[in-house]
T-cell receptor
Framework: AQSVTQPDIHITVSEGASLELRCNYS??????LFWYVQSPGQGLQLLLK??????LVQGIKGFEAEFKRSQSSFNLRKPSVHWSDAAEYFC?????????????FGKGTMLLVSP | EADIYQTPRYLVIGTGKKITLECSQT?????MYWYQQDPGMELHLIHY???????EKGDLSSESTVSRIRTEHFPLTLESARPSHTSQYLC??????????FGPGTRLTVT
């Protein structure tokens, strides 16, 4: 079965500094990978996705992520963090099971942005 | 902008009551999902549907049931609420298998 590990429960970054959130996955085949963001009291919003092709994918709000098969990783990056980026970030892997396709999520990383 | 709605947003209810959490989407998506989310934990898929009259249980055992009589509507029902059901419930829909759009969630507290 597939799984996702987000090793950092909380990360604090100064406004304007760069950001990298880590994500490692376990899946036997080529994974479909996603990053979602959840603001307080809200549902999840898709930031970006990787299906195939270029391993560096661009998303909304200035985020990007790089798929590294050799490291089973899909880390999320942003060059300059804004206070509005404070939220919880979830990495997910898509897998097929018995003909259906589902997402498996990590436990999330809470991003705090300091002035 | 995704149009997926959940009502109520917050619900406090006593043990033993029957409750239905509503989820509706206006995007015409055939795939819909229910997740359970607890603080500091990953989202767990509890039910999903790939179309009208099609429902499946997810990877987390749940005492809830779902129905899919109309494409746009995917309600979740608890016949007898218990304190262990206290959680946040997120509904999602998608046209493709993976690119899911989420509603704002229902935070349920069972006393």
């Amino acid at each position: 079965a597939q799984s996702v590990t987000q090793p950092d429960i909380h990360i604090t970054v100064s406004e304007g500094a760069s950001l990298e959130l880590r994500c490692n996955y376990s899946y036997g085949a080529t994974p479909y990978l996603f990053w979602y963001v959840q603001s307080p009291g809200q549902g999840l919003q898709l930031l970006l996705k990787y299906f195939s092709g270029d391993t560096l994918v661009q998303g909304i709000k200035g985020f990007e992520a790089e798929f590294k098969r050799s490291q089973s990783s899909f880390n999320l990056r942003k060059p300059s963090v804004h206070w509005s980026d404070a939220a919880e970030y979830f990495c997910a892997v898509g897998a097929r099971d018995s003909g259906y396709s589902t997402l498996t999520f990590g436990k999330g990383t809470m991003l705090l942005v300091s002035p | 902008e995704a149009d997926i709605y959940q009502t109520p947003r917050y619900l406090v209810i006593g043990t033993g009551k029957k409750i239905t959490l509503e989820c509706s989407q206006t995007m015409g998506h055939d795939k819909m999902y229910w997740y359970q989310q607890d603080p500091g934990m990953e989202l767990h898929l509890i039910h999903y549907s790939y179309g009208v009259n099609s429902t499946e249980k997810g990877d987390l055992s749940s005492e809830s049931t779902v129905s899919r009589i109309r494409t746009e509507h995917f309600p979740l029902t608890l016949e007898s609420a218990r304190p262990s059901h206290t959680s946040q419930y997120l509904c999602a829909s998608s046209a493709t298998p993976y690119e899911q759009y989420f509603g704002p969630g229902t935070r349920l507290t069972v006393t």
